[in-house]
């Protein structure tokens, strides 16, 4: 039996830090925008880098999503079980990937 506390306590304290990364990814992106760089080169950079914050960005707000269905399935106790086949995702598994839906199988 899975304890959902550990879980929920768990999925609380990750959606704590994404939200932080997140935050911090978007300071940095508007503080760049702010001075105009002259130089060509340095402008390409600037943007490469921006494409790198956006990415992580993105990636930060989709395990945020994740994360909340995951707390959603906490409270209507299909936490745990795999929303494909139904069957239960291994304790090894949820404790590396806390917010998954699927079981290793169907994430394959
Ligand atoms: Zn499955």
Redesign the pocket.
Known sequence: MIDYATYEARLHQLRDEMMARIDAIENDVHHREQPVEKDFAEQATQSENDDVLNALDDEAKMVVQQIDHALLRIKDSSYGV??????P?SEKRLEAIPYTS??????D
């Open positions: 795999c929303e494909k086949c139904g069957e995702i699927l079981c290793i199988k169907c994430a």
